[in-house]
């Protein structure tokens, strides 16, 4: 059964650092691509940052392009959110998401973890 435990969120001052995490199991986590995304309340569920079963392709949204990156170890089942240079406006729920469109289908989400930046 797939499962993805999102931990590492928390309350941290402007400018500050934050490293999200989200263990996998119950697929093959090298297969899948991996995503973070985030919402607020009334607010739809946005794509904040991927990357392919490779670690070398990576996107991001353009709000969070040059603070955040994202990375996987795949002999750990884990990917990393490191967010730096943190704003007010990045406050939400982060969701890590597996996914993958071809046979066997994947789409998994984490339960979320909380990340609230202010003074």
């Known amino acids: 059964q797939l499962q993805l435990e999102d931990s590492g969120g928390g309350l941290v001052q402007p400018g500050g650092s934050l490293t999200l995490s989200c263990a996998a199991s119950?697929?093959?986590?090298?297969?899948?691509?991996m995503r973070w995304f985030r919402q607020v309340p009334g607010k739809e569920r946005e794509l904040v940052a991927a990357?392919?079963?490779?670690?070398?392709?990576?996107k991001f949204a353009d709000s969070v392009k040059g603070r955040f990156t994202i990375s996987r170890d795949n002999a750990k089942n884990t990917v990393y959110l490191q967010m730096n240079s943190l704003k007010p406006e990045d406050t939400a729920v982060y969701y890590c998401?597996?996914?993958?469109?071809?046979?066997?289908?994947?789409?998994?989400w984490g339960q979320g973890t909380q990340v609230t930046v202010s003074s």
């Open positions: 998401n597996a996914r993958r469109t071809s046979a066997p289908v994947i789409d998994g």
């Open positions: 119950g697929f093959t986590f090298s297969s899948a691509a």
């Open positions: 990357v392919g079963s490779r670690s070398d392709d990576t």
